[in-house]
């Protein structure tokens, strides 16, 4: 005989440690799909409310592009003194005078309230304020006219009132009808509109609007402009932007604030949610259980099966060769779990959002991190019975009880 | 002279307890190739411990095992492995096979730890089926057979690798007479066709028909056909 060589253990194929992973599946379905069951649940939560959150985020964002990221607000600022400071009467014209601006309206406070009827208690307010407008607001602000019409030059001279959406909401009037009046200052004020919500602008939705001569008439206005709405070509709002305030205020432009409404909005769209975390944190749970559950399913498997890990041993298996069947086994699982809260996941996030109207987002963090998390799972809820598996001795395996 | 694919030398074995159970007390051994050997003996006489030792599945508290030349003694866990996966085949009493599986799927796993490639696998395990009479049975799954059936195919995935030495304990133990008989035609057949098989039995009648019978009493082998003086037919000298 020639001399005798010492035998190697040969490696598996990847083919062939995918077949074996599967052997727990193909044989008890219904336990294995229940033992994916936790980590399909957490995934699916954790995938649906991060896909939630972008998406969600993602129709804010678009819903602030449809009204657009090129309006800029001029306001008066305070004076060294600490007073409030006044912008001059000529600050619209000047700043229209800018090249790119192509919309520009102003507003301006005034000292009176403004009630359903002059019957009702003075102190109630309803934190409305009255403002002087100029007639181009609506179109300034992006927003447009509800019910009835806005002020034209007739009636911008008149005691005659346009709601803006809040306001008419808090004074309890939903429709305009001939001869519908509010108290303003001390008379009178026919209400001639009511306004969209202006969500750039939610100053203007607490505001009763007068025209500014009526204003000056009826209400003592003193004709100084408080807040400036200023449209910019969209791609020179940085430049409008920095000449605004000298333009507004050239004697004072440091008594000038400039603001862009929509960077408020976005940071508060993009602002994460605390309801967020929550969920994230009972998917991490639901997890946990999921992985307490894979692991439960091993365990009893390697119970179940020594006479087939005495048969592999018997056959030729290393004790590696059956510890990595039995951890791919739970790794499969896991991630067959997880794939399935993936779907799960991005299918909620799908239904909710086109309900909604927003564009389906579904960050990469949320899947592959989601598969990512079962994978890591599965390791680590296999490797103990993995390792008992391995353990076994060959004769005590193929002991039949 | 034929080379011995199996040498025990003095093996000894014995299980921890109160007191140790001593299964196997000095068993020496030879085991030529293409040799077919019954090993009988009472219950508890320590037939498969003898059989699991040779097998490489457990080692012995002392002694010597050499299988195909090699000292199993100084053999790693993971070369014992590849040595039952490369010149080993078993047969156990409870056929031990794979429900979920196709009869030549299961055949084809006797190879599954040798280093194979599933396709040549399964050209082997058809020709393997059909050495054991069920070449027609390859795509159905082992709950369909009958007993007898189930041990060919227990069988057939044994020799699919084409070991140096075949391993059977109790082959015929959970099967009837007739069908009891037939495994130990296929067997015969096998060790013919050049094949070197050891069986343990409980069945005299079914050991009578072996060319060489050993014999063991409480851990020791008691009688040896081959041991006596008249040499067994179809060795030269
Ligand atoms: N794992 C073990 N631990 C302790 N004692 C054992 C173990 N395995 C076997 N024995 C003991 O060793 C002795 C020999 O057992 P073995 O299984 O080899 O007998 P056997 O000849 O195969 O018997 P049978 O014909 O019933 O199968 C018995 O007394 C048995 O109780
Ligand atoms: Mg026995």
Redesign the pocket.
Same mark, same amino acid.
């Given at each position: 005989m020639s001399k005798p060589t010492v035998p190697v253990a040969a490696q598996l194929g990847l083919g062939d440690v995918c077949r074996l992973a599967s052997v727990g599946l193909r044989t008890r379905r219904l336990r294995a799909g229940l033992s994916a069951v936790g980590i399909a649940i957490g995934i699916g939560a954790m995938v649906a409310v991060l896909g939630l959150s972008s998406s969600s985020e993602a129709g804010l964002l678009a819903e602030i592009d449809r009204l657009g990221t090129n309006l800029l607000t001029v306001t008066n600022g305070q004076t060294v003194l600490g007073t409030a400071a006044k912008l001059p009467f000529a600050a619209p014209s000047m700043i229209d005078r800018i090249a790119p601006v192509t919309t520009v309206a102003e507003i301006g406070s005034t000292d009176a309230n403004a009630y359903r009827s002059p019957l009702i208690n003075k102190i109630h307010t309803n934190a409305l304020v009255v403002q002087a407008t100029s007639l181009g607001l609506p179109a300034a602000v992006g927003t447009t006219v509800a019910r009835g019409a806005f002020l034209n030059p007739a009636t911008a001279t008149e005691p005659v009132t346009v709601l803006g959406a809040a306001a008419a909401d808090r004074l309890g009037i939903s429709r305009v009808f001939p001869g519908e009046r509010i108290w303003v200052g001390d008379q009178w004020f026919y209400v001639a509109g009511i306004l969209r919500p202006a969500p750039l602008a939610a100053e203007i939705d607490r505001s009763v609007l007068v025209g500014f001569p009526a204003a000056e008439r009826y209400l003592g206005f003193d004709r100084h402009p408080t807040t400036v709405y200023v449209r910019a070509a969209t791609s020179r709002v940085a430049d409008v932007r920095s000449v605004l305030a000298a333009t507004a205020n050239p004697e004072a432009p440091n008594e000038v604030s400039v603001s862009r409404p929509s960077d408020a909005l976005v940071a508060r769209a993009t602002a994460k949610n605390a309801l967020t975390g929550l969920f994230i944190g009972l998917g991490a749970v639901a997890l946990l259980v999921g992985g307490v559950g894979v692991a439960n399913v091993m365990v009893i498997a390697v119970l179940e099966r020594r006479s087939e890990i005495g048969l592999r041993r018997a056959l030729g298996a290393t004790r590696g060769q059956i510890r990595t069947q039995f951890l791919s086994e739970a790794v499969l699982l896991s991630l067959l779990g997880g794939a399935v809260g993936v779907v799960l996941g991005v299918g909620a996030t799908a239904l909710y959002a086109s309900a909604k109207h927003w564009s389906i987002v579904v960050p990469a963090l949320a899947w592959a991190g989601g598969l990512t998390a079962s994978l890591a799972i599965g390791a680590l809820a296999g490797a103990l019975p993995a390792v008992r598996a391995a353990r076994l001795a060959p004769?005590?395996a193929l002991?039949t009880a | 002279m034929t080379a011995p694919v199996l040498e025990l030398e003095d093996v000894k074995k014995s299980?921890p $307890?109160e007191p140790p159970?001593e299964?196997l007390r000095g068993v020496s051994l030879r085991i030529d190739e293409g040799e077919m050997v019954a090993v009988v003996?009472? +219950?508890? +006489? $320590?037939? +498969?411990?003898?059989l699991h030792i040779v097998g490489t599945l457990d080692r012995p508290t002392s002694g010597r095992v050499r299988i195909t030349g090699l000292d199993t003694n100084h053999l790693s866990d993971r070369e014992l492995a590849a040595l039952r996966a490369q010149r080993i085949g078993f047969v156990f009493q409870q056929f031990f096979l794979a429900e979920h599986q196709s009869v030549l799927d299961n055949v084809a796993d006797g190879m599954l730890y040798a280093g194979a490639r599933l396709g040549d696998r399964r050209a082997r395990a058809v020709q393997s089926l059909a050495r054991v009479g069920l070449g027609h049975r390859g795509a159905t799954r082992p709950t369909t057979l009958s007993g007898g059936e189930r041990q060919r195919v227990a069988i057939a995935r044994a020799l699919v690798g084409r070991p140096a030495i075949v391993l059977a304990d109790?082959p015929t133990g959970n099967l009837d007479s007739a069908n009891g008989g037939a495994i130990v035609d296929l067997l015969e057949g096998l060790h013919a066709a050049g094949a070197t098989i050891v069986v343990?039995t409980?069945d005299r009648d079914l050991a009578d028909r072996m060319p060489r019978q050993v014999e063991?009493r409480d851990?020791r082998i008691v009688a040896d056909t081959a041991a006596q003086p008249a040499e067994p037919p179809g060795r030269e000298w």
């Open positions: 004769t005590e002991r | 299980y $307890g159970v299964a003996g009472p +219950s508890g +006489s $320590g037939k +498969s411990t003898l109790e343990i409980h063991m851990g």
